[in-house]
Nanobody
Framework: QVQLVESGGGLVKAGGSLRLSCAGS????????MGWFRQAPGKEREFVAA????????SYADSVKGRFTISRDNAKNTVYLQMNSLKPEDTAVYYC?????????????????WGQGTQVTVSS
């Protein structure tokens, strides 16, 4: 069983940056595929980024490509999401997730463990 705790959310002006962290505990972090998802009020949860166990393969939603970077440090059991050039439409609760699959996926129902989420608010 893996527990995930996100941190780093907050209020930032458009064009600013934030770095989200997701710390895992309760198990070995390394085998898991890690993903970031977000959910805005009244909208469905959507894929943001994912990374494989080694960190060598990543995937991004088109809406964040070139602005966000996902990375991981398996020694620290932590995955990061560096968010630059933030826009008001990036406002959402951001969740990290861990999956037991081998291939990274954008499908939220293929992830096995979830954090509680961290709020990101981007003002115009």
């Amino acid at each position: 069983q893996v527990q995930l705790v996100e941190s780093g959310g907050g209020l930032v002006k458009a064009g600013g940056s934030l770095r989200l962290s997701c710390a895992g505990s309760g198990g070995t972090f390394r085998p898991y595929i890690m993903g970031w998802f977000r959910q805005a009020p009244g909208k469905e949860r959507e894929f943001v980024a994912a990374i494989n166990w080694s960190g060598g393969i990543t995937s991004y939603a088109d809406s964040v490509k070139g602005r966000f970077t996902i990375s991981r440090d398996n020694a620290k059991n932590t995955v990061y999401l560096q968010m630059n050039s933030l826009k008001p439409e990036d406002t959402a609760v951001y969740y990290c997730a861990a999956g037991l699959g081998v291939v990274i996926t954008r499908r939220y129902n293929e992830y096995d463990y979830w954090g509680q989420g961290t709020q990101v608010t981007v003002s115009s």
